[in-house]
């Protein structure tokens, strides 16, 4: 602690709706809660120092993933459908042709 008063009361929260607080050494744990470490930059000294822990919200990606993938799986499915279609009436063509 850089200053004498920091030493006796602690540091200084940042004040003011322009200032931040900084997010550090997000981890995820075996249930798959993100957990991270805030820091403040001391209004009265200027050290960096740890405030509190926090959980962080964690984003369920999952269904959207497997719903992309199934909506993918659709599009390929019916493309396949119209690529069968289209050889169909090529070979049908062909044959009318000869
Ligand atoms: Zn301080």
Redesign the pocket.
Known sequence: ???P??RIV???LPQGSDKYLELRDVKIDGTGQKHARLFAK??????S?HVANVLLPTQKLQPDIEGKFSQINTILWEVQEHMREIKGISGRLEAQTE
């Open positions: 602690m850089n200053s008063v920091c602690g540091h200084k001391c209004e009265r000294c200027g050290e120092y």
